[in-house]
């Protein structure tokens, strides 16, 4: 089965900085990539996602990039902001399949 | 619209307790699914639903069942409660690749 890794498991920048969340693959098959912040003690929620016919993808101050070669894709967060402090996921998928495998997490810190 | 609701909030039980954990959606999705979150583990899949009568195993399926009766409900059971079940079940239900979650439920066996 598809096996995500996430890395880094913490990460602290100063507000304004960009922060960069790293995942790797392992199913070549997979094909969907979204990814999810969660509040403390609040539900996952979609805040970007990507498709493996698409190399990158950006939202505003959001945005991922795919490398399909290297089976890697990163959620880049630029000009951030303290509400931007929370738990992120990297997941993937077989599209037409819909289970998500997710990543372990990464905790943000953003420091005033 | 209310989404994906979940009941309880928060369940303690004893061991060997049985107990169901209610999901339901009022956006007539065919694809259900249930995931327990556990501190640096991420979300694990432990069952999903394809549509009514439909249901197949995740990740992590033991000690739990699921039946989906209507496309609206997706309950889990588990049968016989067990302290490394104590964890937070989220529910979600998904519109093409899309997966909604519900609120989840804080469960704590004892």
């Known amino acids: 089965g598809e096996n995500v890794e996430q890395h880094p498991s913490t990460l602290s920048v100063q507000e304004g900085d960009s922060a960069v969340i790293k995942c790797t693959y392992s199913d070549s098959a997979s094909n969907y990539f979204p990814w999810y912040k969660q509040e403390l003690g609040k539900r996952p929620q979609l805040i970007i996602d990507i498709r493996s016919n698409v190399g990158e993808k950006k939202d505003q101050r959001i945005a991922v990039t795919l490398n399909k070669t290297a089976k890697h894709f990163s959620l880049h967060i630029t000009e951030t902001q303290p509400e931007d402090s929370a738990v992120y996921f990297c997941a993937a998928s077989q599209g037409s399949a819909r289970q998500l495998t997710f990543g372990s997490g990464t905790q943000l810190t953003v420091l005033p | 619209n209310a989404g994906v609701t979940q009941t309880p909030k928060f369940q303690v039980l004893k061991t060997g307790q049985s107990m169901t954990l209610q999901c339901a959606q009022d956006?007539?999705?065919?694809?259900m699914s249930w995931y327990r979150q556990d501190p640096g583990m991420g979300l694990r899949l432990i069952h999903y639903s394809v549509g009514a009568g439909i249901t197949d195993q995740g990740e992590v399926p033991n000690g739990y069942n699921v039946s989906r009766s209507t496309t609206e409900d997706f309950p889990l059971r588990l049968l016989s409660a067990a302290p490394s079940q104590t964890s937070v079940y989220f529910c979600?239900?998904?519109?093409?690749?899309?997966?909604?979650f519900g609120p989840g439920t804080r469960l704590l066996v004892l």
């Open positions: 956006m007539n999705h065919e694809y």
């Open positions: 979600a239900s998904t519109q093409q690749e899309t997966q909604y």
